[in-house]
């Protein structure tokens, strides 16, 4: 799919490019292109446009360099979290003079996001520039708001796991086991957002050094260090939400670990109890010709009270030791 835009002062204005990209165009917005739109884009910008292929090579000089006067960056963004199929797609801004052009294979929420604020006459969003930064912004809100959902999810992890009136035993021990997989999930998000933030890191960088023109000084300048500064602190924010997780997962084990070793104890236990008289019985239980007490009147009750004395002895030691 091709979109054509062409920028004025309420922000950028989609045009008709059923026939071709118009001349006057600014940027073009490629989503999963066919060959003719990647031929089209290409004569626009006037620079071969990377294959899909070539995005998703994780070298820097694959990602982030300049070739016929057109600079070329490629960052990694995370999509698909709404849906439960977090992934990592490339996204590919590429910036010739005054034109622009963008290539994803995904939708993408901070497109959306982007395009939403640069129909704001606040935003100022009229020129290629402007364009860049805004939508360097826009991709690190959606970030923010993926690293929120992490964070608000985190929480609800501690406080099941850690919910003191949900019982004990089997039943809490299944669905520990169900939380293990909810954190296994999480800690894949928070991977992935943190993939994506370094190498969008890398962009601004890259950018703040090679683009032109409208990049060297003033408020496009201050917007890319305000943004490269947002990034680094996002990237502490989902370093601080991966140690949590790490922590939420040793703590679950721990206490799976826990109730399966109060299932032993009590199980050692009750053989504790069981074993005088069941020594007793052994002993009464033997083949022997002479033995004194099979003859007393009294010998089965006396045996039967022995047994039960067996038992309430390491009882009532047990009890006092606090190990019941």
């Known amino acids: ?56 090579e994780i070298e820097f000089s694959s990602r982030f360099y300049t070739e016929d006067g057109a600079v070329f960056m ?19 801004m590429v910036l010739a003079g005054e034109r622009m052009v963008t290539l994803r294979y995904d939708e993408l929420r901070a497109i959306k996001l982007f395009l939403a604020r640069a129909a704001k006459p606040e935003n100022a969003c009229h020129t290629v520039a402007s364009v860049f930064s805004l939508m360097i912004e826009a991709i690190i809100e959606r970030s923010a708001d993926v690293i929120e959902k992490i964070s608000a999810n985190v929480d609800l992890l501690n406080r099941e796991i850690f919910d003191r009136t949900t019982g004990s035993g089997y039943k809490r021990d299944r669905r520990l086991e169900l939380v293990i997989g909810d954190i296994g999930t999480q800690n894949d998000i928070a991977a992935k957002i943190r993939e994506s933030l370094a190498s969008l890191e890398r962009l601004v960088q890259f950018a703040g050094v090679v683009l032109p023109g409208a990049f060297e000084k003033g408020q496009n300048r201050a917007r890319l260090k305000l943004v490269a500064r947002d990034i680094r602190t996002l990237e ?18 721990g206490l799976i670990s826990v109730d399966q070793n109060e299932v032993i104890r009590v199980l050692t236990i009750v ?13 009464y239980g033997m083949n022997f010709k002479w033995m004194p007490e099979l003859d007393w009147y009294f010998g089965y009750p006396a045996s039967i009270l022995l047994m039960l004395v067996s038992v309430l002895i390491p009882y009532i030691y047990f009890k006092r030791k606090h190990w019941l």
């Open 236 to 253: 502490d924010h989902v370093l601080f939400l991966s140690t949590k997780i790490s922590f939420l997962l040793d703590a679950t084990l």
């Open 271 to 283: 053989a504790t109890f069981f074993f005088p008289p069941t020594l007793i019985a052994t002993i």
């Open 74 to 92: 490629t960052t990694s963004l995370l999509t698909g979290v709404d849906v439960g199929k977090p992934v990592i797609v490339p996204f590919t």
């Open 1 to 56: 799919m091709l979109a054509a835009y062409k920028l004025s002062a309420t922000g950028p204005v989609e045009i008709d490019a059923s026939a071709g990209i118009p001349a006057d165009a600014d940027w073009v917005d490629l989503m999963s292109p066919t060959p003719e739109e990647d031929k089209a884009a290409e004569a626009f910008l006037g620079a071969s446009l990377p294959t899909r292929e070539e995005s998703l």
